[in-house]
């Protein structure tokens, strides 16, 4: 598959059920992440194509998809769900020319998203019960309140570069089957999974309105038109952390609610006691999968000593076998970085940690790639050891394909260790006592911990992280809460023999 081959080179925005180029005529290049080809030129959208698609969204809110039955809506959104499974080939041939990221990982964990992501939502709405209180008023009528969950309008929804397809439908399936519409600013790195995503939606039937998708820039460009726009309802948002910072202050504009999914610097724990085996792998995992692009990632590791050695030995062994190339080829397990300007960065941190003291124990050195990868963005994963707790490279996030393997005595020690950072998203712990894991999952602030495990999703627990790593949580019931309004309401039934 050569990337081009089968998609056309224009990329446009899809607003109120049309593919529309840019309002100013302008586009920007798409490149390919392992072989640096241009994709595509892309709509590059602002205030004007924002502003026409939220009020393509708010028409929708007001018109079909809000006066739909609920049954009728959850309906569509499960034919939309059939239908991405049935796409899966076309979706996942989009999102690896878009990302680089290996067909293993794309096809076993991003795409399948897709269809679960709308699946959970409607199963919950489903079975989801209003609360309900029954009382007597002063004149001895009857009188119930209950509660409404009611859609809050149109949702603005920015989205991060690193897993478009699952952060796409992880927003839209709990905010459409809560009634609500959107309009959708993805990554300017990977616009395609969510385009196609608004032109599928179209062909099951749901109406011109309910998704749009604006490409463009962040700052000073479609998503910060988006985010100031006054008829954007609440806006969900993943991405860096300084990133949602700078929305926050246009959310307060108007008081809209925020729910961010942000970034992390996440430790993994290995005590003495684990499968070395499983461990290695499990940490490899955290530390590499999708090029260390990972919001939950590993970078700081924590061994503890008396294996120290020997997890040491077999991680880097493991990473040293990892499959680097081609994302097509089903061998691959890893691929490029997102962009050049990423691996710059990531490059720059690799400086960094050298000059903060790190031994490397793997990486660094060139990689030997067919002719067609080598203008890709390319970077062996790395491994450190010896930097310094409270060194820059422990508390940054680097959002790279790296880590740094620590030496650790006692488990006070290393959950003072793990809880040295701003950020609180996710923790791996890797154990066979029970009552330490317990200890541990009570004792590190983080919104996730995975003990023997790293990212396995349950889609109704919730989901987000603390400190620096987000506000609110998504998942289960919190998505279904977070996009839609609570209404009480109090009816009073007429006392004995009385009238209203
Ligand atoms: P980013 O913050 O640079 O960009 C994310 C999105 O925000 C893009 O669509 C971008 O165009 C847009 N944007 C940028 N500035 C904006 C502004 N001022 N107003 C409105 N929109 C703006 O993030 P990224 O580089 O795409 O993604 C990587 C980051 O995302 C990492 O920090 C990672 O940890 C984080 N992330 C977190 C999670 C999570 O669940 N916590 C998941 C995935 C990624
Ligand atoms: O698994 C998810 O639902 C999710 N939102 C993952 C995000 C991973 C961060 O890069």
Same mark, same amino acid.
């Given at each position: 598959m050569t990337p081009g081959e089968r998609l056309p080179g224009l990329l446009d925005h899809v607003i109120d059920g049309r593919s529309v180029p840019a309002a100013s005529g302008r586009r920007f290049a798409k490149t390919h992440p392992a072989t640096g080809e241009t994709l595509w030129q892309v709509a590059e959208g602002?205030?004007?194509?924002?502003?026409?698609?939220?009020r393509a969204a708010r028409a929708a809110f007001e018109g079909p998809w809000g006066r739909m039955r609920p049954d009728e809506r959850a309906r569509l959104l499960q034919a939309l769900a059939d239908r991405l499974d049935h796409e899966a080939d076309r979706l996942l041939e989009a999102e690896i020319h878009d990302t680089g990221k290996p067909v293993k990982l794309a096809g076993g964990i991003d795409i399948p998203r897709g269809a679960a992501n709308f699946r959970v939502f409607i199963d919950l709405l489903r079975t989801r019960h209003e609360r309900a209180w029954p009382s007597t008023a002063p004149d001895g009528a009857p009188v119930l309140n209950y509660t409404l969950h009611v859609p809050k309008g149109v949702i603005g929804v920015i989205c991060p570069w690193?897993?478009?397809?699952?952060?796409?439908?992880?927003?839209?399936?709990?905010? #459409?089957?809560?009634?609500?519409? &959107?309009v959708v600013k993805p990554s300017e790195e990977t616009p395609t999974t969510a385009t196609l995503l608004a032109q599928i939606a179209l062909e099951v039937g749901i109406p011109p309105g309910v998704i749009n998708v604006v490409h463009g820039y962040g700052p000073g460009s479609a998503g910060a038109a #988006?985010?100031?726009?006054?008829? &954007?309802a609440a806006i969900t948002f993943t991405g860096e952390t300084r990133t949602g910072s700078a929305i926050m202050k246009a959310a307060a504009e108007g008081v809209r609610p925020v729910s961010f999914e942000l970034g992390g610097k996440n430790a993994g724990i290995v005590f003495a006691d684990v499968d070395l085996d499983a461990a290695v792998e499990g940490i490899a995992r955290a530390a590499f999968l999708n090029s260390g692009q990972v919001c939950l990632g590993a970078e700081r590791v924590y061994v503890e000593r008396p294996i120290f050695e020997r997890f040491v030995e077999r991680f880097v062994a493991h990473t040293e076998r990892l499959v680097i190339g081609d994302p097509f080829d089903p061998s691959t397990d890893f691929g490029p970085l997102i962009s050049a300007e990423h691996r710059e960065k990531v490059k720059r941190y690799f400086a960094l940690a050298k000059a903060e003291g790190a031994a490397v124990l793997t990486g660094e050195s060139a990689l030997e790639l067919p002719e067609r990868l080598a203008r890709g963005h390319w970077l062996r994963p790395t491994v450190w050891s010896g930097l310094a707790d409270g060194s820059r490279t422990l508390t940054e996030e680097i959002f790279g394909?790296?880590?740094?393997?620590?030496?650790f005595d006692t488990e006070d020690e290393v959950i003072a260790r793990a809880n040295a950072t701003r950020y609180g998203l996710a923790t791996t712990v890797w154990t066979r006592d029970v009552g330490r894991a317990q200890r541990l999952a009570q004792a590190i602030r983080v919104g996730l911990v995975w003990v023997n495990a790293w990212w396995l999703r349950d889609l109704r627990t919730p989901f987000g992280g603390s400190g620096l790593s987000g506000i609110g949580h998504e998942g289960g019931e919190h998505s279904l809460d977070f996009y839609s309004d609570i209404r009480t309401v109090c009816l009073k039934g007429l006392p004995a023999g009385g009238a209203v």
């Open positions: 602002g205030r004007p194509d924002v502003d026409a698609a939220v690193n897993l478009p397809f699952l952060n796409v439908t992880w927003k839209l399936g709990p905010a #459409l089957a809560c009634g609500n519409t &959107v #988006l985010v100031e726009h006054p008829e &954007v394909p790296c880590c740094n393997l620590a030496p």
